[in-house]
Structure formats: structure tokens, C-alpha cells
């Protein structure tokens, strides 16, 4: 596996060593230790979820501000733009975002460690998409930044599209409002 880094140092893209004939291929998607190896920390995930959303549906920017989620996220069937944006108030990148497409054609994966959003919009028909989770989904601990945020100016990549967003997602929190991380 190949790891290159983001803009943010501790966001990773994740590349596996693909093996392809004839017959199809083969990829080794997640290995424990590669993975610490990789990220430089210990991680446990303890929840693996899946969603599928069609054309132009941008889920985000969320995060639980206690029980911190860290995701190995992927796309086994479409297209997404993914995002992750720095809620940690320490850090010299707070409040900045990275992006990376994520596809079932170049089989990437993303690391968001715990402290950051995330989010993405899917630009395919439809997208299969797949994280680990290194915490439990704790509803009472879910924040919500608002995903059009003027202050963080994501470029959610959209040409022309138009978003299909949740009422949630469309009443989430101004970035200058939200709780944040130490």
C-alpha cells in the first residue's frame, strides 16, 4: 500500500497495491498493522457502516465532539468527493478542509482521524460507500457543521450540480459557532 499525505498532515489517502489479470483483481482493503504503520497510532475500529446515496446527495460535515470518530472511508461503487475539515482549535490547521476524490475505479481510501468533520457528495449516479469507525456512533455527541460554510469555502466540487442535502445537514452549525476540539 502507498500513503500519501494531504495538505493535512494527518489526513492520509490510502492506496492499495492492486493485482490485476485477466480474471479480475484482488486488493488487500485493510490490514491492521500496514494501517497503524501507516497513521503512526495505535486505532481500533469497533464499527464498520455503509451507505448508498445517488447523484449529487452531500452528507456532512459531521462529527461528534465527545467519543471522537476517527473513519477509513472508501467507495466500492461510484464516485464521491470527500472532505475533511480541522476542528481542532491547537492545531496550526484548524478550520482547514482537504479533499479527495474517491472512487471505485481508483479504489482509494481516506484517513480522517478523530477532531475533524467530515463529509462528501456523491458524483456518480449513485456510490457505495464504506467506513471504519474508531468510536461508536453516539447520536447525543453528533455535531453538525453547516456544509456551505462561507468562513471554511469548501469546494465541494458540485459543476453545476445541485445538492441534495438533509434538513440536518441544511441547519448545521457556522463553523464560527461550532464546539470544537482542545
Known amino acids: 500500500m502507498r500513503v500519501i499525505p ?4 494527518e489526513v492520509l489517502v490510502i492506496e492499495p497495491k492492486i493485482f ?11 490490514n491492521h498493522q500496514r494501517f497503524e504503520d501507516a497513521v503512526g497510532q495505535k486505532c481500533v475500529f469497533v464499527q464498520d457502516n455503509h451507505s448508498r ?6 452528507r456532512g460535515l459531521h462529527y461528534q465532539i465527545r467519543q471522537p470518530q476517527g473513519k477509513l472511508v472508501r467507495v466500492v461503487s461510484g464516485a464521491v468527493f470527500d472532505v475533511a475539515v480541522d476542528m481542532r482549535r491547537s492545531s496550526s490547521t484548524f478550520g482547514k478542509w482537504v479533499g479527495e476524490l474517491l472512487s471505485a475505479d481508483n479504489r482509494r481510501q481516506l484517513w480522517v482521524p478523530p477532531g475533524f468533520a467530515h463529509g462528501f457528495v456523491v458524483l456518480s449516479d449513485s456510490a457505495d460507500f464504506l467506513y ?14 453547516v456544509w456551505n460554510d462561507e468562513m ?14 438533509s434538513v440536518k445537514d441544511t441547519e448545521g ?5 461550532a464546539e470544537t476540539f482542545d
Open 152 to 165: 471554511l469555502g469548501v469546494d465541494w466540487q458540485l459543476n453545476g450540480l445541485v445538492p441534495q442535502v
Open 6 to 9: 494531504t495538505s493535512i498532515p
Open 173 to 177: 452549525c457556522p463553523f464560527a459557532l
Open 53 to 58: 446515496s445517488s447523484r449529487s446527495v452531500l
Open 20 to 30: 490485476e489479470d485477466s480474471r479480475g483483481f484482488f486488493f488487500e482493503s485493510f
Open 132 to 145: 471504519k469507525t474508531t468510536d461508536y456512533y453516539a447520536p447525543s455527541y453528533e455535531r453538525c457543521v
